[in-house]
């Protein structure tokens, strides 16, 4: 199994900055991606950004393009969420999920961000 724990999350002024980090331990895959998700209050959970293991390419949800970027340590097997321009709609708790090409899937327990207006 994998386990992942999120940290980083908190309260920040709009146009403020977070990071957020989910740190990977226990089972290991050669191939997967790792991805940032997060739900506000009353809304289905949604995609905010994800990275290949094998080419460390990115893809990013629309609403955070230019503002949030995804990026990883390897020796620390920790993936980061660099978040900027923050805005009070970016409110949500932030989840890290690992999913394998093999169909395994792992999510963190979360992080809460605020963003106050």
């Known amino acids: 199994q994998v386990q992942l724990v999120e940290s980083g999350g908190g309260l920040v002024q709009a146009g403020g900055s977070l990071r957020l980090s989910c740190a990977a331990s226990?089972?290991?895959?050669?191939?997967?991606?790792m991805g940032w998700y997060r739900q506000a209050p009353g809304k289905e959970r949604e995609f905010v950004a994800a990275?290949?293991?094998?080419?460390?390419?990115?893809s990013y949800a629309d609403s955070v393009k230019g503002r949030f970027t995804i990026s990883r340590d390897t020796a620390k097997n920790t993936v980061y969420l660099q978040m900027n321009s923050l805005k009070p709609e970016d409110t949500a708790i932030y989840y890290c999920n690992l999913r394998s090409v093999t169909g395994y899937s792992s999510w963190g327990q979360g992080t809460q961000v605020t963003v106050s207006s």
């Open positions: 990275m290949s293991s094998s080419d460390a390419s990115t």
């Open positions: 226990g089972r290991t895959f050669s191939r997967y991606v």
